[in-house]
């Protein structure tokens, strides 16, 4: 058998890249349907449109090369959306459930900035330069759709454990009935004074 080079590898990577975007097409319509927060949903379908942009720089970079447009399978991202999907049925309440949505997202994202940063990189090696502009602009998209879900994640997840606006009013209430309490303990406490010492 012939050894396997660095471009056999980054072919494959490729190939591997091209299959997990494919996927995340296919699971991201589930996730966004059962978001209930519409900013999470926004989100969502916002890099469902970028996914499919990045599923077409694939097969760009395949025909540039004069290659043929192929997948193979990444196992890695299909089980990364599995879990995912395994977690969205659980049957969470609402705001706990796009908390669960963001987990599963993030993870997604992750996996693909580590391949992604990896295929760049292989790119760069082989002098295959356009290749690189454009799985690096994939990567960039990758990061921003991170950075994105983790500052919807500050509050969707202050939301699920009951940290949300309301909640903020009840502790808010509850502080204030607290202090008005520790007032009437004072003063009940120094009129007893005085009629001990009377």
């Known amino acids: 058998m012939k050894d396997q080079t660095m471009q056999d ?4 990577q490729l190939r591997d890249l091209y299959d997990a975007e494919r996927q995340i097409i296919k699971a991201l319509p589930k996730m966004i349907h059962a978001a209930s927060s519409a900013e999470l949903k926004q989100a ?3 890099h469902l449109e970028v996914t499919k ?5 694939i097969a760009q970079i395949f025909e540039n090369r004069g290659e043929k ?3 193979q399978k990444c196992k890695g ?5 599995k879990e995912g999907a395994e977690l969205v049925e659980k049957g969470w309440e609402e ?3 796009d908390a669960a949505i963001i987990a599963g997202a993030q993870r997604v994202e992750h996996y693909e900035m580590a391949g992604y940063g990896c295929a760049r990189t292989y790119a760069e090696l082989l002098d295959d330069e356009n290749a690189a502009e454009l799985l690096q602009k994939t990567l ?7 950075d994105k ?7 969707i997840n202050a939301n699920a454990i009951g940290g949300g606006e309301d909640s903020e009013q009840e502790a808010e209430s509850e502080e204030e009935s607290g202090v008005r309490r520790g007032e009437g303990i004072r003063k009940t406490g120094t009129s007893n004074r005085k009629r001990s010492a009377a």
């Open 9 to 12: 590898l980054y072919i494959e």
């Open 44 to 46: 969502l379908e916002e």
């Open 53 to 57: 942009e990045q599923e077409q720089r």
């Open 69 to 71: 447009v192929k997948a």
């Open 77 to 81: 991202m299909e089980g990364v959306l």
């Open 95 to 97: 705001a706990v459930l």
């Open 140 to 146: 960039d998209e990758e990061k921003e759709a991170n």
């Open 149 to 155: 879900l983790s500052e919807l994640a500050e509050t």
